[in-house]
């Protein structure tokens, strides 16, 4: 899949306004009681501007990267859990 600068682009300013507790189609601040001004809704709009900003900024990068056929094929998984103490 081949990413498009300018919807990158679109999407980080979306994230921006929300982050900002902005309406990004109306440009209003939104109301103090609703859940798009909590905190953590904030910051996690705050890092997905963050994110949209390091794809746009390495975007040819990102394209130009060899993708792989997806197989069914199983991989070997394997787990250690050490010192494992269980309490009743």
Do not use: W, Y
């Not at 306004?17 to 910051?43: C, E, M, R, W, Y």
């Not at 963050?50 to 900024?57: T, V």
């Not at 197989?71 to 009743?88: E, G, P, V």
């Amino acid at each position: 899949m081949k990413l498009n600068v300018e919807n990158i682009i679109i999407l980080q300013t979306v994230m921006k306004s929300l982050s900002q507790g902005v309406d990004p189609t109306s440009n209003i601040a939104f109301p103090d009681d609703t859940i798009l001004n909590s905190k953590i809704l904030q910051s996690c709009f705050s890092d997905a501007c963050e994110i949209f900003d390091l794809l746009r900024r390495n975007i040819d990068a990102i394209n130009n990267l060899p993708l792989r056929k997806a197989t069914n094929q199983n991989c070997h998984f394997t787990l250690i859990i050490q010192n494992l103490k269980i309490f009743n």
